[in-house]
Nanobody, 126 residues
């Protein structure tokens, strides 16, 4: 099984930045599609961003709510994916989950992903 462990969550003031990490126990992680999702209290889990290495380049997708503020990326050598979050808003407060799958292309659907991390809390104060 592939294990994913998120880290980097915490408390930050509005307008600040935070970088989440998703470490994978898989040496071929660079062949996976990576997704970030989030879930705020009382709300459904929603898509945030997705990422895929394609040769020497990458393909990304972002939810409209985070475009221009968040950046998804990865480090092949470290088998780690990242979510750089800038200009954070209180509305970004949620538990953030990393997900991955070796199949298909980039997807916004939760069911497309086979592996999930435990989540990391991000709290943005006003």
């Amino acid at each position: 099984q592939v294990q994913l462990v998120e880290s980097g969550g915490g408390l930050v003031q509005a307008g600040g930045s935070l970088r989440l990490s998703c470490a994978a126990s898989e040496r071929t992680f660079s062949n996976f599609v990576i997704g970030w999702f989030r879930q705020a209290p009382g709300k459904e889990r929603e898509f945030v961003a997705a990422f895929r290495w394609v040769g020497g380049s990458t393909t990304t997708d972002y939810a409209d709510s985070v475009k221009g503020r968040f950046t998804i990326s990865g480090d092949k050598a470290k088998n780690t994916a990242y979510l750089q979050m800038n200009s954070l808003k209180p509305e970004d407060t949620a538990v953030y989950y990393c997900a991955a799958t070796p199949y298909g292309g980039i997807s916004r659907r939760q069911l497309s992903y086979d592996y999930w991390g435990q989540g990391t809390q991000v709290t943005v104060s006003r």
